[in-house]
């Protein structure tokens, strides 16, 4: 991830970021990273980890279908119901 990524979860230290889309979330992972469970709803898995911030804090992140490869709505309601609970 570019140095930029960090300094902007290290100054705004959000508690999750989503993203939009696989293409980016496979170019995330990098250094502070660590793998987190998957989020499972009607048998399909969903990656998730977080990212350390300087200050120990970690940021749950997880990603979401881009809607222009298909995206339904109460299906992602769901995972992210539970990535927001847990």
């Not at 902007?8 to 469970?37: F, I, N, S, T």
């Not at 490869?69 to 539970?82: A, T």
Request: proline letters at 6%; one cysteine or more.
């Amino acid at each position: 991830m570019p140095t930029e990524a960090y300094e902007a979860l290290d100054k705004y230290q959000p508690e999750y970021v989503v993203v939009w889309g696989k293409r980016l979330w496979d170019k995330m992972p990098g250094e502070r990273w660590q793998d987190g469970e998957p989020i499972v709803v009607d048998g399909c898995s969903t990656a998730t980890g977080a990212y350390l911030l300087n200050n120990g804090r970690r940021v749950k992140t997880m990603a979401v279908n881009h809607p222009s490869v298909g995206y339904s709505w109460d299906y992602w309601y769901r995972v992210l119901e539970k990535f927001f609970l847990h």
